[in-house]
């Protein structure tokens, strides 16, 4: 099963056109993004500009996402320029999508607002679906909402947007009857992507980055992984960082103590008497959970709005 296309589209009151410039910032400001674990490229030189698994055209780009989670890993990505709104295909199946296109999602949205303030546009671009009943329509998407409403743009009756080609945009995924929101759920297992969320909550929280090593032991790295940050690195928040990332790569005991999850660092900051950064962890990451138990059957809740994500 394929991933259905991401779509961004502006609105001011109703529908508008993509504004003039918006797509070449957009592939500029893509292109510009390169950390130690992402870098955005076009595909290899070595591939034929005619190869037809790729487009390079003034409105049709293909470009290679890299990034390393355990370790690198390539995705294609083909952003095209409907003039009406701009479409974003991720090549591969849904399982795929499930773990990647959540970040990519965010990845590119960040790189349209980037460009709205370079030409200085109203930021008032939102992300959606093509309507089912209707190819002039769109399924808006509600990131406000928890459970991700969708509202058509035209239709009456708005479209039953459901199933996992929609929803991995979103890190929307199946749990038997019920869903899991991995984007607000605390259970879900988090990557090197998630890096600067993390190291942020902590200094927001007040985090003293010198107990570093007692967190990584309770984290679940090994002592010897530890020791060797600290001889490599000299700086408290270099080792912080570095160990950080080499639990998000799931090194030594990590999934023994549940993996790198919300919910275990949030456990291992308590362990190491830190409980002032994780409350402020909790209750920034947990807040929309406040009123439920952690279990995993009340994390699944029964779906019950119209357009909600059904099984």
Same mark, same amino acid.
Request: glycine content about 4%.
């Given at each position: 099963?394929?991933?259905?296309? +991401?779509?961004?589209?502006?609105?001011?009151?109703?529908?508008?056109?993509?504004?003039?410039?918006?797509?070449?910032?957009?592939?500029?400001?893509?292109?510009?993004?390169?950390?130690?674990?992402?870098?955005?490229?076009?595909?290899?030189?070595?591939?034929?500009?005619?190869?037809?698994?790729?487009?390079?055209?003034?409105?049709?780009?293909?470009?290679?996402?890299?990034?390393?989670?355990?370790?690198?890993?390539?995705?294609?990505?083909?952003?095209?320029?409907?003039?009406?709104?701009?479409?974003?295909?991720?090549?591969?199946?849904?399982?795929?999508?499930?773990?990647?296109?959540?970040?990519?999602?965010?990845?590119?949205?960040?790189?349209?607002?980037?460009?709205?303030?370079?030409?200085?546009?109203?930021?008032?671009?939102?992300?959606?679906?093509?309507?089912?009943?209707?190819?002039?329509?769109?399924?808006?998407?509600?990131?406000?909402?928890?459970?991700?409403?969708?509202?058509?743009?035209?239709?009456?009756?708005?479209?039953?947007?459901?199933?996992?080609?929609?929803?991995?945009?979103?890190?929307?995924?199946?749990?038997?009857?019920?869903?899991?929101?991995?984007?607000?759920?605390?259970?879900?297992?988090?990557?090197?992507?998630?890096?600067?969320?993390?190291?942020?909550?902590?200094?927001?929280?007040?985090?003293?980055?010198?107990?570093?090593?007692?967190?990584?032991?309770? +984290?679940?790295?090994?002592?010897?992984?530890?020791?060797?940050?600290?001889?490599?690195?000299?700086?408290?928040?270099?080792? +912080?960082?570095?160990?950080?990332?080499?639990?998000?790569?799931?090194?030594?005991?990590?999934?023994?103590?549940?993996?790198?999850?919300?919910?275990?660092?949030?456990?291992? +900051?308590?362990?190491?008497?830190?409980?002032?950064?994780?409350?402020?962890?909790?209750?920034?990451?947990?807040?929309?959970?406040?009123?439920?138990?952690?279990?995993?059957?009340?994390?699944?809740?029964?779906?019950?709005?119209?357009?909600?994500?059904?099984?």
């Amino acid at each position: 099963m394929e991933t259905k296309p +991401l779509l961004i589209v502006w609105q001011d009151k109703n529908t508008v056109p993509v504004p003039q410039g918006m797509f070449p910032l957009l592939i500029i400001n893509l292109l510009s993004h390169k950390n130690d674990y992402c870098t955005v490229d076009f595909p290899q030189s070595t591939f034929s500009p005619l190869d037809p698994q790729y487009y390079r055209y003034r409105d049709a780009l293909s470009l290679w996402i890299k990034i390393k989670i355990r370790v690198w890993k390539r995705y294609t990505l083909h952003i095209i320029n409907h003039y009406t709104h701009i479409e974003v295909y991720f090549v591969g199946s849904v399982q795929k999508a499930k773990q990647i296109c959540p970040y990519i999602r965010k990845l590119v949205m960040k790189a349209v607002s980037d460009s709205a303030k370079a030409i200085n546009i109203e930021y008032n671009h939102v992300t959606a679906f093509s309507c089912p009943k209707r190819s002039t329509c769109y399924c808006v998407v509600d990131v406000e909402e928890e459970d991700f409403e969708t509202n058509c743009t035209s239709c009456a009756d708005s479209a039953d947007i459901s199933g996992d080609s929609y929803w991995c945009w979103f890190g929307i995924v199946d749990c038997d009857s019920k869903i899991i929101m991995s984007d607000s759920g605390h259970s879900q297992v988090l990557n090197v992507c998630d890096l600067d969320d993390i190291l942020t909550d902590l200094k927001d929280g007040h985090y003293y980055s010198s107990d570093w090593k007692d967190l990584g032991l309770k +984290l679940g790295l090994y002592d010897t992984t530890l020791s060797a940050i600290e001889s490599n690195y000299f700086d408290v928040e270099d080792r +912080l960082r570095k160990c950080i990332v080499k639990w998000l790569q799931r090194a030594n005991g990590v999934d023994d103590k549940g993996g790198p999850t919300w919910t275990t660092l949030v456990r291992a +900051l308590e362990q190491c008497d830190s409980k002032p950064t994780a409350e402020h962890i909790r209750y920034n990451r947990f807040k929309r959970n406040a009123n439920q138990s952690q279990t995993d059957d009340e994390l699944c809740p029964p779906t019950s709005k119209k357009n909600k994500h059904k099984p």
